[in-house]
């Protein structure tokens, strides 16, 4: 089975300050991970995803993330915030050599000081 | 289409009602997807079509839920005799094969809430 932790239900950053998301997930076998960003009152929109190969995933609006099996993490990071990025922040698992089900964690909602 | 749509947009009802709720997939995607999302609780999955079937109903979360695919396209999630609790923000999602790792496309979600 799988599941994803978040840390951090808020976080708080300033404009132009570096942005770290946390995730740590759980998987019996080798995972599927992903980066969604939601915008008031949207759907969800894929900012990245770890399927094989490099570890180091570069997304959308300059994300990034790591996938790190020792850590079993996935964390999130943009080396400076915009105002634009205010928004949530959904991690996902999915399990490889099964139907592409997703866990999603709770969701970070990222705020931008000016 | 061009993205995922989902009808309506809001949804305000009574308790007791029953409520149909729509979702038009992108063209072409046999994978469909519905999930709650609760205030603080993240994304909850309900159901997954493949094709018109489903064979993953693990998430419904009462008999009172149900779910129907038609044509390969369109779905329709049904909520028989709302609770104050259902209120939510219903998301749908499609994937073109519903394969391993495949990205899921979401649309706007319909915002429910149950007076």
């Known amino acids: 089975a799988q599941s994803v932790t978040q840390l951090g239900s808020h976080v708080s950053v300033s404009e132009g300050a570096l942005v770290l998301l946390r995730c740590n997930y759980s998987?019996?076998?080798?995972?599927?991970l992903f980066w969604y960003v939601q915008y008031p009152n949207q759907g969800l929109q894929l900012l990245l995803k770890?399927?094989?190969?490099?570890?180091l995933v570069k997304g959308i609006n300059g994300f990034e993330a790591e996938f790190k099996k020792s850590e079993t993490s996935f964390h999130l990071t943009k080396p400076s915030a915009h105002m634009s990025d205010a928004a949530e922040y959904f991690c996902?698992?999915?399990?490889?050599?099964?139907?592409?089900?997703?866990?999603f964690g709770k969701g970070t909602r990222l705020h931008i000081l000016p | 289409g061009a993205g995922v749509s989902q009808s309506p947009s809001n949804k305000v009802t009574e308790k007791g009602k029953d409520v149909e709720l729509r979702c038009d997939p992108i063209?072409?995607?046999?994978?469909l997807y519905w999930y709650r999302q609760s205030l603080g609780q993240g994304l909850e999955f309900l159901i997954y079509?493949?094709?018109?079937?489903?064979?993953?109903k693990s998430g419904l979360p009462s008999d009172r839920f149900s779910a129907e695919r038609t044509g390969g396209s369109v779905s329709t999630l049904t909520i028989q005799r709302t609770q104050q609790e259902d209120s939510a923000v219903y998301l749908c999602?499609?994937?073109?094969?519903?394969?391993?790792?495949?990205?899921?496309?979401f649309g706007p979600g319909t915002r429910l809430l149950v007076l």
């Open positions: 999602a499609s994937s073109s094969r519903g394969g391993e790792g495949e990205t899921q496309y």
């Open positions: 998987s019996s076998v080798p995972p599927y």
């Open positions: 770890y399927t094989t190969g490099a570890t």
């Open positions: 996902a698992v999915s399990a490889m050599n099964r139907d592409d089900k997703i866990i």
């Open positions: 063209s072409g995607h046999t994978a």
């Open positions: 079509f493949q094709g018109n079937s489903a064979p993953d």
